[in-house]
């Protein structure tokens, strides 16, 4: 029976700034809206001031401004919830078993996707805690932190002051994270087991923070769900002083007017850095949105390797077969003849399609034949050489997993970008099409695999071996109806999929696109 609980004094927790009112509901202790760090515009984050009395924790905090206003779509694929914005937007969520000091359960910190200039810690239904703090005993904090022009725009040769600017998105998610550690304890959690996952642009969060000194120590494993991928807005040997003279511009100012940019209206700043940014991206010039490299941010592990910090945190990375194909399945794919599935799939790779469905049958043999039209390689491939890079290190731990299940989406539509999201929170209840043959099965897999990692650094289970990778080896967890482990299966489909799609597009357009 559900149960809802809100009084004076109950759940009344302790932080280091004041206390905290939250509610119960279904026996989960819920917090919502807690203030994790102020900030001024393109500084670094500094603590809260402490308050007197109690404050009510029960409303989601402001999201970050968008470049672009959200527009509803894909819902029946990606269901999700919308909420007012603001740029003080240094807000957490917790939802947990028990305010006990002494309870100790492992954390769970969930950094959501959008790359580093869209999104929300509510952005999509399933990223809801309560039923993974229910079934898994864990503590689960989601945060919002600054994005784009607010977060990730180098602003440093324009004076000390903005040292940090083009990572002060990524400053939030370490200030969040030391607030966890120093307060997580009253909402029942241990700081000495702190897990940070992702998805996409949070999945990039994820190894972008084992490569930030300043995060050392304040997580122990790491989690990316389809996070690699290709950096296109730090172009490292630059800095900002084009774009922003490109904005000063457009907002019909001068270089010596940069201070104006801390103060003016949002919506006039994210107006004219829009305007100013595609032609500098096109000549190949920084245009920020995302982390740079600096003393701060030691920059992508693929190209500089993992600092010594991060190659002794435990990580499970993977991603899903389909990703970024999110169209409709083809009706009555299961009774396509060869023909018939080789005329679909020759529309994307062309007269290499042929190669690519042998190979993809032998690696997914209970798969549709035109399905290879799905393959990935925009985020496995990188993947593939993080993985590649990780297993350079002995003392690395890294497990690697795909994500090959068939959603009952018409006549059954391969897993795309976010589909995992719902049953790694034990969510699949909040989004329907999760509900097909054999997904209560799969939930409790990956929902399960996801706790047992969080917990002791494996996803293993007695009856369910998960090897972690090594060198030249990348034994992946196909997670599927029927659960089973390949090596290094794929390799070749993915570099030929790149490859030939590349290859098209350079017929089509007679230069190659990337």
Same mark, same amino acid.
Request: aromatic letters at 10%; glycine letters at 10%.
């Given at each position: 029976?559900?149960?809802?609980?809100?009084?004076?004094?109950?759940?009344?927790?302790?932080?280091?700034?004041?206390?905290?009112?939250?509610?119960?509901?279904?026996?989960?202790?819920?917090?919502?809206?807690?203030?994790?760090?102020?900030?001024?515009?393109?500084?670094?984050?500094?603590?809260?001031?402490?308050?007197?009395?109690?404050?009510?924790?029960?409303?989601?905090?402001?999201?970050?401004?968008?470049?672009?206003?959200?527009?509803?779509?894909?819902?029946?694929?990606?269901?999700?919830?919308?909420?007012?914005?603001?740029?003080?937007?240094?807000?957490?969520?917790?939802?947990?078993?028990?305010?006990?000091?002494?309870?100790?359960?492992?954390?769970?910190?969930?950094?959501?996707?959008?790359?580093?200039?869209?999104?929300?810690?509510?952005?999509?239904?399933?990223?809801?805690?309560?039923?993974?703090?229910?079934?898994?005993?864990?503590?689960?904090?989601?945060?919002?932190?600054?994005?784009?022009?607010?977060?990730?725009?180098?602003?440093?040769?324009?004076?000390?002051?903005?040292?940090?600017?083009?990572?002060?998105?990524?400053?939030?998610?370490? @200030? +969040?994270?030391?607030?966890?550690?120093?307060? %997580?304890? *009253?909402? &029942? /959690?241990?700081?000495? =087991?702190?897990?940070?996952?992702?998805?996409?642009?949070?999945?990039?969060?994820?190894?972008?923070?084992?490569?930030?000194?300043?995060?050392?120590?304040?997580?122990?494993?790491?989690?990316?769900?389809?996070?690699?991928?290709?950096?296109?807005?730090?172009?490292?040997?630059?800095?900002?002083?084009?774009?922003?003279?490109?904005?000063?511009?457009?907002?019909?100012?001068?270089?010596?007017?940069?201070?104006?940019?801390?103060?003016?209206?949002?919506?006039?700043?994210? @107006? +004219?850095?829009?305007?100013?940014?595609?032609? %500098?991206? *096109?000549? &190949? /010039?920084?245009?920020? =949105?995302?982390?740079?490299?600096?003393?701060?941010?030691?920059?992508?592990?693929?190209?500089?390797?993992?600092?010594?910090?991060?190659?002794?945190?435990?990580?499970?990375?993977?991603?899903?077969?389909?990703?970024?194909?999110?169209?409709?399945?083809?009706?009555?794919?299961?009774?396509?003849?060869?023909?018939?599935?080789?005329?679909?799939?020759?529309?994307?790779?062309?007269?290499?399609?042929?190669?690519?469905?042998?190979?993809?049958?032998?690696?997914?043999?209970?798969?549709?034949?035109?399905?290879?039209?799905?393959?990935?390689?925009?985020?496995? /491939?990188?993947?593939?050489?993080?993985?590649?890079?990780?297993?350079?290190?002995?003392?690395?731990?890294?497990?690697?997993?795909?994500?090959?299940?068939?959603?009952?989406?018409?006549?059954?539509?391969?897993?795309?970008?976010?589909?995992?999201?719902?049953?790694?929170?034990?969510?699949?209840?909040?989004?329907?099409?999760?509900?097909?043959?054999?997904?209560?099965?799969?939930?409790?897999?990956?929902?399960?695999?996801?706790?047992?990692?969080?917990?002791?650094?494996?996803?293993?289970?007695?009856?369910?071996?998960?090897?972690?990778?090594?060198?030249?080896?990348?034994?992946?967890?196909?997670?599927?109806?029927?659960?089973?482990?390949?090596?290094?299966?794929?390799?070749?489909?993915?570099?030929?999929?790149?490859?030939?799609?590349?290859?098209?597009?350079?017929?089509?357009?007679?230069?190659?696109?990337?």
């Amino acid at each position: 029976m559900d149960k809802f609980v809100c009084a004076a004094d109950y759940p009344v927790v302790q932080t280091e700034a004041g206390k905290l009112r939250g509610y119960v509901w279904n026996d989960t202790f819920i917090f919502k809206g807690i203030k994790y760090a102020d900030a001024k515009r393109f500084r670094r984050p500094e603590k809260v001031q402490p308050w007197e009395g109690i404050k009510d924790a029960q409303s989601y905090g402001m999201v970050c401004p968008l470049l672009e206003q959200d527009k509803p779509g894909m819902e029946l694929l990606v269901p999700h919830m919308y909420w007012p914005m603001d740029e003080n937007c240094q807000y957490l969520n917790i939802w947990t078993q028990s305010i006990d000091k002494e309870a100790k359960k492992p954390v769970m910190v969930w950094l959501h996707g959008g790359g580093f200039f869209a999104g929300s810690s509510i952005e999509q239904i399933a990223y809801d805690g309560e039923n993974m703090s229910r079934e898994g005993d864990v503590v689960v904090v989601s945060l919002n932190h600054r994005l784009n022009v607010l977060g990730y725009l180098d602003l440093s040769p324009f004076g000390e002051e903005y040292e940090a600017s083009a990572n002060v998105g990524s400053f939030d998610m370490i @200030a +969040a994270l030391q607030w966890v550690r120093d307060n %997580i304890a *009253a909402f &029942g /959690g241990d700081p000495d =087991n702190v897990t940070i996952f992702g998805q996409s642009g949070g999945g990039a969060k994820v190894w972008t923070l084992m490569q930030m000194p300043a995060a050392d120590g304040l997580f122990h494993k790491g989690i990316v769900q389809s996070g690699i991928y290709e950096m296109l807005g730090d172009v490292e040997n630059q800095d900002g002083t084009q774009i922003v003279e490109a904005i000063l511009k457009e907002l019909g100012l001068g270089r010596g007017d940069v201070k104006q940019l801390e103060t003016i209206p949002y919506d006039q700043l994210a @107006a +004219a850095y829009k305007k100013a940014a595609p032609a %500098i991206q *096109a000549s &190949g /010039g920084y245009v920020g =949105n995302e982390p740079h490299i600096s003393k701060d941010y030691v920059g992508d592990p693929i190209h500089h390797g993992f600092r010594e910090h991060a190659q002794k945190i435990p990580v499970l990375i993977g991603t899903v077969l389909g990703e970024f194909d999110f169209r409709m399945p083809l009706a009555g794919k299961r009774e396509f003849d060869r023909e018939t599935a080789l005329s679909y799939v020759r529309q994307r790779f062309g007269d290499g399609a042929e190669q690519i469905m042998d190979l993809f049958a032998q690696i997914y043999p209970e798969k549709c034949s035109v399905d290879a039209r799905s393959v990935d390689f925009l985020f496995r /491939g990188p993947t593939i050489d993080f993985i590649k890079e990780r297993s350079k290190t002995p003392e690395s731990v890294t497990y690697s997993y795909q994500l090959t299940y068939d959603f009952p989406v018409f006549d059954g539509k391969l897993a795309w970008h976010c589909s995992e999201i719902p049953y790694v929170f034990h969510n699949m209840d909040k989004v329907p099409v999760c509900a097909g043959a054999g997904g209560e099965q799969l939930q409790e897999t990956i929902f399960g695999s996801w706790m047992r990692f969080a917990k002791t650094g494996s996803p293993q289970a007695e009856g369910f071996a998960w090897p972690a990778c090594t060198a030249g080896d990348e034994a992946m967890m196909l997670l599927d109806q029927n659960c089973r482990i390949v090596h290094n299966a794929d390799h070749e489909l993915v570099r030929l999929a790149k490859q030939l799609e590349l290859a098209v597009r350079e017929d089509d357009t007679g230069e190659i696109q990337h």
